[in-house]
Each structure stands twice: as structure tokens, then as C-alpha cells.
């Protein structure tokens, strides 16, 4: 059996298993880490942003939101002063029209009362004229069979006053 001295293959290979890592990891470290590291700093930086943007989209969101809450708010009250102007534009409407039918309703009653005062009159002057005419026929036939006419007419003439 041999004596295992210093550099024996198994420390030879430790040592040389040894310098290839190191090499490895320089050759790493100066050409795949820093393109790796740097993408993934851009990678992190782009996450970054990304929340960042949505962070802020969500703030706009919020806005938009609210400024629609306000928009509808604003369309409610304009449609609720729109609506009490109709109900009083309505009303006034309603009440004018209310108005012209009793003014018209009144213009036809008086106009009415009117022609039953015209009728009645004309009635009247019909039995006048009627009631006269039947005094003179009177008058005539007392006249015929009387011959005193002073009497006759003064009895014609109190007759025409009763009337």
C-alpha cells in the first residue's frame, strides 16, 4: 500500500474541482450574472411600474367614479327641477283653462238672462199691443151700440191706463 502523500490524486482533484468553480463563477459572474441580474432589475423595475400604473389607474378609477356620482346627482336634480316646473306649468295651466271655462260659462248664462229679457219684453209689448188692441175692438162695439162718445172715451182711456 502506497502512502498517500500531499498531492494525491484525490487532493489534486479537490483542488482543480476547486479552481474550475472559481473559474466557473468568475466566467458567471462576469458574463451570465450581471445580464441575469440585469434582467431581472428590469423585470422588478417593469413590476414595479406596472403596480405603480395600476395603482394610479385605480386613483382615476375612483375619480371617474365620483365625478359620475356627481354627473347623476346633478342629471337628478335637473330632472326633479324639470319635473316641478312641468307640475306648475301644468297647474297654472289647469287653472287658467279652469278660468276661461267659468268665463265662458258666465258670458253664456248672461247672454242667456239677456235674450230672456229680450223675449220677455217683446212678450210684454205683444199683450200691450194685443191688450190694446182689444180695448179699441171693445171700445169700438161699446161705441156702435153707445152714442154718447165723451163717455166712451173716457172709459177707453181709463181702460188703457189700467193696462
Given amino acids: 500500500m502506497e502512502q498517500n502523500g ?4 484525490e487532493t489534486l482533484l479537490a483542488c482543480l474541482t476547486w479552481a474550475v468553480f472559481f473559474v466557473v463563477l ?4 462576469k458574463f451570465a ?3 441575469i441580474l440585469a434582467g431581472l432589475k428590469q423585470r422588478e423595475d417593469f ?12 386613483a382615476q378609477l375612483a375619480e371617474v367614479e365620483a365625478a359620475k ?7 337628478k336634480e335637473r330632472a326633479n327641477v324639470i319635473i316641478e316646473q312641468s307640475r306648475k306649468m301644468g297647474n297654472d295651466l289647469a287653472g287658467q283653462i279652469e278660468q276661461r271655462a267659468k268665463k265662458n260659462a258666465e258670458e253664456i248664462i248672461n247672454s242667456a238672462h239677456q235674450e230672456i229679457a229680450g223675449e220677455r219684453e217683446r212678450v210684454r209689448n205683444a199683450l200691450k199691443k194685443e191688450s190694446a188692441q182689444t ?3 171693445l171700445a169700438e162695439k161699446i161705441l156702435k151700440e153707445n152714442l154718447d162718445t165723451e163717455k166712451n172715451r173716457k172709459l177707453i182711456n181709463e ?3 189700467d193696462i
Fill in 6 to 9: 500531499v498531492l494525491t490524486p
Fill in 33 to 35: 450574472w450581471k445580464p
Fill in 26 to 29: 468568475f466566467v458567471l459572474q
Fill in 135 to 137: 180695448a179699441v175692438s
Fill in 69 to 75: 356620482g356627481k354627473i347623476l346627482d346633478e342629471a
Fill in 159 to 161: 181702460a188703457i191706463k
Fill in 47 to 58: 413590476i414595479r411600474k406596472s403596480l405603480e400604473d395600476a395603482d394610479k389607474i385605480k
